[in-house]
Antibody
Framework: QVQLVQSGAEVKKPGASVKVSCKAS????????MHWVRQAPGQGLEWMGI????????SYPQNFQGRVTMTRDTSTSTVYMELSSLRSEDTAVYYC?????????WGQGTLVTVSS | QSVLTQPPSASGTPGQRVTISCSGS????????VNWYQHLPGTAPKLLIY???QRPSGVPDRFSGSKSGTSASLAISGLQSEDEADYYC???????????FGGGTKLTVL
């Protein structure tokens, strides 16, 4: 069965970076795009970008460009999301989600807390 | 401020039918299909409706979706207590070149 298993919770100081992983199993890793979506406390879902695991190409929305980097390791079927220059507003649960034209499977979420 | 507009809350009693609206523009809902997600606190969001009105395997037929112009709706009939959750609409936006979500609607079963 399809599974997306994310790395554990992180606590970071403002200005630091965080790297969250998402290990895929149960399907052909390179056949589906992977996205990252976050939810800040009391807020809605926010799309952070997409990576094509096949070639590694990425696309990020303007509000994350320059701060987010998505990469993948096809040997372990894992995608990574690194967010830099963290600020308190980046405190959120971060999800990876598989897609072709809809997010059909999601990871369990990773809580990232940014606090001094 | 979310690109897609949803009412912040909705409610109903067990057995009732409720609808949740999602309003967008020509660059998102007007040009692309709409998906709906159910999100229970502490869990991963779950795909509920895709391509405006299609249900993934395992989603009860109590859930249905529709789209007209730049708006979409999610309907839940025969409301059950386990339907209490947050519901989000989403669509691809051609102008932003990315996915956009509604702000979410918290459904309360009274």
């Amino acid at each position: 069965q399809v599974q997306l298993v994310q790395s554990g919770a992180e606590v970071k100081k403002p200005g630091a970076s965080v790297k969250v992983s998402c290990k895929a199993s149960g399907y052909t890793f390179t056949s589906y795009y992977m996205h990252w979506v976050r939810q800040a406390p009391g807020q809605g879902l926010e799309w952070m970008g997409i990576i094509n695991p096949s070639g590694g190409s990425t696309s990020y929305p303007q509000n994350f460009q320059g701060r987010v980097t998505m990469t993948r390791d096809t040997s372990t079927s894992t995608v990574y999301m690194e967010l830099s220059s963290l600020r308190s507003e980046d405190t959120a649960v971060y999800y990876c989600a598989r897609s072709r034209d809809r997010f059909d499977y999601w990871g369990q979420g990773t809580l990232v807390t940014v606090s001094s | 401020q979310s690109v897609l507009t949803q009412p912040p809350s909705a409610s109903g009693t067990p057995g009732q039918r409720v609808t949740i609206s999602c309003s967008g523009s020509t660059s998102n809902i007007g040009s692309n299909t709409v998906n709906w997600y159910q999100h229970l606190p502490g869990t991963a969001p779950k795909l509920l409706i895709y391509s405006n009105n299609q249900r993934p395997s395992g989603v009860p037929d109590r859930f249905s979706g529709s789209k007209s112009g730049t708006s979409a709706s999610l309907a839940i009939s025969g409301l059950q207590s386990e339907d209490e959750a947050d519901y989000y609409c989403a669509a691809w936006d051609d102008s932003l070149n990315g996915w956009v979500f509604g702000g979410g609607t918290k459904l309360t079963v009274l």
